[in-house]
């Protein structure tokens, strides 16, 4: 069983629209939570993290937490096409100091 | 301030062969970890030190080695290369105790042929 789950998409959407990513973990006593964008070639790059419950906001980006379903999303408001990218979905698991990634979702914001 | 540092960028090496590949963290970050990337793939975790010490290592063999020095730079080390092990390294650095917010680097392109 994977650990942390994500739709692979690809994930298109109209520019200005908003764009909802998804993400489940396995390991209910998870703490910490990360989103990563990563551009086609190049490295992830930390958007947003989340360790209480509830909602996070930053910008265009809104991260949601809810730890008793064991679920994690991003929202993205007034997408781009510059947003256009595979979005990471990254989990620190209470056995460890690491992370656990999914396999990412890819975004596709349509002019 | 910099970011997280890696280098060579791209190195192509033949089966067998070993490399190693060298990561500068955040000035003030003394945790860093190793990740795996295969196209098409999430990171996969390698390795994490903190202050010269192994806090953790993922599920990978014995031929994958890691340090850490004590300006907290670190180094990956991979032997008897197979062409499995091409992929995107990245290294991460983070504030102590590794639970905070991981930093990437560019990144290191290796190519087994």
């Known amino acids: 069983q994977k650990e942390v789950e994500q739709n692979s998409g690809p994930l298109s959407v109209p520019e200005g629209a908003i764009a909802s990513l998804n993400c489940t973990y396995s390991d209910r006593g998870s703490q910490s939570f990360f989103w990563y964008r990563q551009y086609s070639g190049k490295s992830p790059e930390l958007i947003m993290f989340i360790y209480s419950n509830g909602d996070k906001e930053d910008g265009r980006f809104t991260a949601q937490l809810n730890k008793a379903s064991q679920y994690v999303s991003l929202l993205i408001r007034d997408s781009q096409p510059s947003d256009s990218a595979t979005y990471l979905c990254a989990v620190n698991p209470p056995y460890g100091q690491n992370f656990v990634f999914g396999p990412g979702t890819r975004l596709s914001v349509l002019p | 301030d910099a970011g997280v540092t890696q280098s060579p960028t791209h190195l192509i090496k033949t089966r067998g062969q070993q490399v190693t590949l060298r990561c500068s963290p955040i000035s003030g970050h003394k945790s860093v970890s190793w990740y795996q990337q295969v196209l098409g793939q999430g990171p996969q975790f390698i390795f994490q030190y903190y202050e010269k010490e192994e806090r953790g290592r993922g599920n990978f063999p014995d031929r994958f080695s890691a340090r850490q020095f004590p300006n907290y730079s670190s180094e990956l080390n991979v032997n008897a290369l197979l062409l499995g092990d091409s992929a995107l390294y990245l290294c991460?650095?983070?504030?102590?105790?590794?639970?905070?917010?991981?930093?990437f680097g560019p990144g290191t392109r290796l190519t087994v042929t």
């Open positions: 991460a650095s983070s504030r102590p105790g590794g639970s905070y917010e991981q930093y």
